[in-house]
């Protein structure tokens, strides 16, 4: 299984990313997908998911209403798209996929694949 995020960068506070997963290997359609991030001397942290089936979304409190997480299931990606960026944003952003068997809910609790994370640096 590999899961390749791409769109990482830098940009300016207050600006927009979006990041990019392709995912190989497995059923996509089969799979909860996800992203959490890390900071600098943190501990990694839950960012958002999204159902199987695309029709719900999980956010972190700290993301809400400025991230969206989306999928194509035809083309196995998962994107999240990241608004009014802040430097407190600034994080590796891995992306992940868990199967449906699993609740969706349960995602920090551990997931089945991560994928190698991509860097988003947000200056202030």
């Known amino acids: 299984v590999q899961l390749q995020a791409f769109g990482g960068g830098l940009v300016q506070a207050g600006g927009s990313l979006r990041l990019s997963c392709a995912a190989s290997?497995?059923?996509?359609?089969?799979?909860?997908m996800g992203w959490f991030r890390q900071a600098p001397g943190k501990e990694r942290e839950f960012v958002a998911a999204?159902?199987?089936?695309?029709?719900?979304?999980y956010y972190a409190d700290s993301v809400k209403v400025r991230f969206t997480i989306s999928r194509d299931n035809a083309r196995s990606t998962v994107y999240l798209q990241m608004n009014s960026l802040k430097p407190e944003d600034t994080a590796v952003y891995y992306c992940?996929?868990?199967?449906?068997?699993?609740?969706?809910?349960?995602?920090?609790?551990?997931?089945?694949?991560w994928g190698k994370g991509t860097l988003v640096t947000v200056s202030s």
């Open positions: 999204i159902r199987w089936s695309g029709v719900s979304q």
């Open positions: 992940v996929a868990d199967h449906l068997r699993k609740s969706i809910a349960s995602m920090s609790d551990g997931v089945d694949y």
């Open positions: 290997g497995l059923t996509f359609g089969n799979y909860h």
